[in-house]
């Protein structure tokens, strides 16, 4: 079983930028592919972006291909998401989550608590 905390959620003016990480409890944290998923009000969760194991593919969304960065540290069982040029609508909670596999394969059975991340126009 892994364990996931987020952090780096905030308030930001849009165009601006915010960091999230997520730190993974356990030592097989390389064994996971790793993603980043995000609920606005109102609206289901969708996926934004993912990792393989070894950080050696990513996939993100459409909607913030070009502006956010996944990336992920083994050693430090950490996984980021670095957002760029922020809009209104990616107000929500965002989480992390850890897939069963190398790969990102099908709905992630491990779940962070999330953080809010709030971008104001």
């Known amino acids: 079983q892994v364990q996931l905390v987020e952090s780096g959620g905030g308030l930001v003016q849009a165009g601006g930028s915010l960091r999230l990480s997520c730190a993974a409890s356990?030592?097989?944290?390389?064994?996971?592919?790793m993603g980043w998923f995000r609920q606005a009000p109102g609206k289901e969760r969708e996926f934004v972006a993912a990792?393989?194991?070894?950080?050696?593919?990513?996939y993100y969304a459409d909607s913030v291909k070009g502006r956010f960065t996944i990336s992920r540290d083994n050693a430090k069982n950490t996984v980021y998401l670095q957002m760029n040029s922020l809009k209104p609508e990616d107000t929500a909670v965002y989480y992390c989550?850890?897939?069963?596999?190398?790969?990102?394969?099908?709905?992630?059975?491990?779940w962070g608590q999330g953080t809010q991340v709030t971008v104001s126009s």
């Open positions: 989550a850890a897939y069963n596999g190398l790969v990102p394969n099908g709905e992630p059975p491990h």
């Open positions: 990792i393989t194991w070894s950080g050696g593919n990513t």
């Open positions: 356990g030592r097989t944290f390389s064994r996971y592919a």
